[in-house]
Structure formats: C-alpha cells, structure tokens
C-alpha cells in the first residue's frame, strides 16, 4: 500500500531509522520519509539488516533512548 502522499499529515514527533547497507529496504526510501514528515528525525546506523532485532541493537537502542529523552525535555 502506498502511503506517501499522506505523510504530510503525519504530526507527531517521528524517529526514522535506517541501516546504510539495508538489503530489503533502499536507505533513500528513509530519507524520503523524514524528508516528507514535518519535524521527523533520520539516523543512520552501520549495518546491513532490515530488521530491529538482527545486528548490531546497541546504537539503534541509544538512538531511541535518545529520541524519546529528548521528547520528554
């Protein structure tokens, strides 16, 4: 489903991650989404694996502990 021309309604505070080297997903399509979504935050991780539980988990952790600390200041 494409959903790309409803990301400009998107108005909570987004964090997109992506790994450089992705092998499912292009890291382009990523930065298209933060591109389009109103204050969204991109981080790019080392790696290349699509999913969140495969990898290297410490830095996209910190990357959420970062981005949720920072929504509470």
């Known amino acids: 489903m494409d959903v790309r021309h409803l990301?400009?309604?998107?108005?909570?505070?987004?964090?997109?991650?992506?790994?450089?080297d992705d092998r499912a997903v292009r890291i382009?399509?990523?930065?298209?989404l933060t591109s389009h979504i109103a204050h969204a935050r991109f981080v790019e991780l080392d790696g290349a694996?699509?999913?969140?539980?495969?990898?290297?988990?410490?830095?996209?952790?910190?990357?959420?502990?970062q981005?949720?600390?920072?929504?509470a200041a």
């Open 7 to 20: 990301l400009g309604r998107v108005s909570v505070p987004t964090l997109v991650l992506h790994r450089v």
């Open 49 to 65: 694996d699509h999913w969140v539980f495969a990898g290297d988990q410490q830095p996209l952790l910190a990357s959420i502990k």
């Open 67 to 71: 981005f949720v600390c920072n929504l």
């Open 28 to 32: 382009g399509a990523g930065r298209h």
